[in-house]
């Protein structure tokens, strides 16, 4: 893995569901799995990455091998008016 990639990413899906967003996580997962990154899915979106704990977990590559027929989002999104706010914004980084 290049010098310059992270190490570690987190993947949200944001918005109303739209075709095509199972197979946007499944392709970011798995390329950032085969360039040596660590994955992890932020579950309901923007709402996850401000609750954290459990709603943040480890993705692998099996986790994305079933979920192209599936539809909507299968990490979830919410609407998250607490990351509208400064405060919301700083639990969110921590």
């Given at each position: 893995?290049?010098?310059?990639l992270?190490?570690?990413?987190g993947?949200?899906?944001?918005?109303?569901?739209?075709?095509?967003?199972?197979?946007?996580?499944?392709?970011v997962?798995?390329?950032?799995?085969h360039?040596?990154?660590a994955?992890h899915?932020?579950?309901?979106?923007?709402?996850?990455?401000?609750?954290?704990?459990?709603?943040?977990?480890?993705?692998?590559?099996?986790?994305?091998?079933?979920?192209?027929?599936?539809?909507?989002?299968?990490?979830?999104?919410?609407?998250?008016?607490?990351?509208?706010?400064?405060?919301?914004?700083?639990?969110?980084?921590?």
């Amino acid at each position: 893995m290049a010098s310059n990639l992270p190490t570690s990413i987190g993947v949200l899906t944001s918005g109303g569901d739209a075709q095509g967003m199972n197979a946007a996580v499944r392709a970011v997962v798995r390329s950032a799995l085969h360039q040596g990154a660590a994955v992890h899915a932020i579950f309901e979106g923007y709402q996850g990455m401000v609750d954290g704990g459990d709603r943040i977990r480890s993705l692998s590559w099996d986790d994305v091998g079933s979920i192209l027929h599936r539809g909507g989002t299968v990490i979830g999104t919410a609407r998250c008016p607490a990351f509208r706010e400064r405060e919301g914004r700083r639990r969110a980084a921590r």
